[in-house]
């Protein structure tokens, strides 16, 4: 595999190498699963006649979340549970959810309510294939929470609470009842709800983006070894070079080092040592 170009910055001092990295976007609500498979709950009151529909919401999640994370149909786990029965602001009860699901992510939707369907008859007709049909509109008001519990945090990772009103237009030669109306918006609502599901779950899909990452290289062995194996994203054993380098009594190779090491912990999502190395760094340098 050809590498990219590297721009050297003087004959015997570092060149520089530009990586572009796939990183999660941040202030969206994505969700990085890490390669793990998440299970999905619904926590449901007893005798909620409004239980299905969270069901038919919870599918809907369950299908998008397989279908954006390229698992098998059918391969992420839906669970139903009452909520008289769980507690998810109590740590024990969320981590006998994790342990019964069997995985580290839990997409929890609960909180569920439904309203009654509301009809009105615009007076404006729409002009359909050549003719005028009338208008029916049929509202429904529907409030739902959905939280993505990571195992190991204390706090949802990401959360999202819908309070909306759905809508459908009918169209028909003559108006139509109430009755009719809503009997005909019934028999498609399953159908909406897993719509519904389906667009919540696109909030929480990872959706990455590129940076540039740049990280120093030295004209020799060791120091081209170690950016072959981070343009292949070895990061562990490009690291272990970098670590020998850091202790180097060449200041400026040493300072180089850290500043990758920084980078690689920074990817690798070890932002604690990320911090460390780019201070080490920044010290040896003389830049601060």
């Known amino acids: 595999m050809a590498l990219p170009f590297v721009l050297a910055v003087t004959s015997c001092g570092p060149a520089t190498f530009t990586l572009p990295v796939e990183k999660l976007a941040e202030g969206t609500g994505s969700v990085d699963f890490q390669g793990t498979l998440p299970g999905i709950i619904s926590l449901v009151q007893?005798?909620?006649?409004?239980?299905?529909?969270l069901s038919?919401?919870?599918?809907g999640i369950a299908e998008s979340l397989e279908a954006g994370l390229g698992l098998d149909s059918g391969s992420i786990p839906v669970y139903s549970m009452y909520d008289d029965e769980v507690d998810?602001?109590?740590?024990?009860?969320?981590?006998?959810?994790?342990?019964?699901?069997?995985?580290?992510?839990?997409?929890?939707?609960?909180?569920?309510?439904?309203?009654?369907?509301?009809?009105e008859i615009p007076e404006e007709r729409?002009?359909?294939?050549?003719?005028?049909?009338?208008?029916?509109v049929v509202s429904l008001p529907y409030s739902i929470r959905v939280q993505v519990l990571d195992s190991r945090k204390m706090e949802p990772v990401s959360q999202w609470t819908g309070n909306d009103i759905m809508e459908w237009t009918l169209l028909s030669e003559t108006p139509l009842t109430r009755l009719r109306a809503v009997e005909r918006v019934n028999s498609e609502l399953g159908r909406s709800f897993r719509s519904l599901?389906?667009?919540?779950?696109?909030?929480?899909?990872?959706?990455?983006?590129?940076?540039?990452k740049?990280?120093?290289v030295f004209n020799n062995s060791r120091?081209?070894?170690?950016?072959?194996?981070?343009?292949?994203?070895?990061?562990?054993?490009?690291?272990?070079?970098?670590?020998?380098?850091?202790?180097?009594?060449?200041?400026r190779k040493a300072a180089?080092?850290?500043?990758?090491?920084?980078?690689?912990?920074?990817?690798?999502?070890?932002?604690?040592m990320a911090a460390q190395w780019k201070a080490r760094s920044e010290e040896l340098s003389g830049r601060r």
């Open 197 to 212: 599901g389906e667009d919540i779950a696109d909030r929480f899909a990872p959706q990455w983006e590129t940076v540039n």
């Open 46 to 53: 007893r005798g909620d006649a409004d239980s299905v529909l």
């Open 214 to 216: 740049m990280i120093y």
């Open 256 to 272: 180089c080092a850290a500043h990758n090491l920084s980078v690689a912990c920074e990817i690798l999502e070890l932002n604690d």
């Open 126 to 136: 729409a002009y359909v294939d050549g003719g005028f049909m009338q208008q029916t």
């Open 223 to 251: 120091w081209n070894e170690a950016c072959r194996l981070a343009y292949l994203f070895e990061w562990d054993k490009a690291m272990e070079i970098w670590y020998a380098e850091a202790a180097s009594p060449d200041t």
């Open 88 to 119: 998810i602001r109590s740590r024990a009860d969320v981590e006998y959810l994790h342990a019964a699901a069997g995985v580290e992510f839990l997409v929890v939707a609960d909180s569920m309510t439904v309203g009654e369907f509301s009809v």
């Open 56 to 59: 038919e919401l919870t599918v």
